[in-house]
């Protein structure tokens, strides 16, 4: 790109929007930042002490100083906890409510925005979530909201850690996804939404190609 430009994808759970994230970057030679990620490194962190993910207050006593790092190492980013790589220790199925839960947290959301913040205002990137056209970068230069009906996220998912080597059941899978859903548009603070000014992406039907083209289409107008 010949201009700083920053895009931001929404959608929930299973709607492929960090695919694309990631395909766009590549495409565009940009920067992909996985938020995603900083918040399951955070649940991983409150896991790791001890302490309830919903409980504001004991968080809050670890956020402001919680030593995470965001690496890019051959176009992939890795994610460090206290020094530690944990790109891999995030992905693993207990942390994913974990991480919901620990995402509605005010103090968790400031201090992830803060970073987030920071990052995009440096450089060109795409950022994918649940709030980053709407509360992150609610003046990002391009905004996508994917989504995809229930039952296909659950199978992607359910692809997708069985790939893994994660034992995983479809039907829980598929409840656990929906009551992400519930939590992330429902917590008080920043909740998953589409921003007015998002395009709509329906991704049930649609390969990761032609999702990652009709996005491009827009961007390059």
Do not use: W
Request: charged share 30%; with cysteine.
């Amino acid at each position: 790109m010949n201009k700083k430009i920053t895009i931001a994808i929404d959608g929930p759970s299973g709607s492929g929007k960090s695919t694309v994230a990631k395909r766009l970057s590549k495409l565009l030679n940009i920067l992909y930042l996985d938020t995603g990620a900083m918040y399951r490194a955070t649940a991983l962190k409150a896991i790791s002490l001890g302490i309830d993910t919903l409980n504001e207050e004991k968080v809050s006593e670890f956020i402001d100083n919680i030593d995470l790092t965001i690496k890019y190492s051959e176009g992939v980013q890795h994610t460090f906890l206290d020094g530690k790589d944990v790109s891999d220790a995030i992905r693993e199925p207990q942390v994913s409510m974990a991480a919901s839960n620990i995402s509605s947290l005010k103090c968790v959301r400031l201090k992830m925005v803060e970073l987030q913040r920071k990052i995009a205002g440096q450089t060109s990137c795409v950022l994918d979530g649940r709030d980053i056209g709407s509360f992150v970068l609610p003046g990002a230069d391009f905004k996508f909201y994917l989504t995809a009906a229930v039952s296909v996220r659950a199978e992607r998912r359910y692809k997708e850690l069985k790939e893994k080597g994660f034992n995983v059941d479809l039907q829980a899978l598929q409840k656990e996804i929906e009551q992400r859903d519930y939590n992330d548009s429902h917590r008080d603070f920043a909740p998953l939404t589409q921003a007015k000014d998002a395009i709509y992406i329906d991704t049930s039907d649609l390969s990761i190609d032609e999702v990652t083209d009709k996005i491009l289409s827009v961007i390059r107008g």
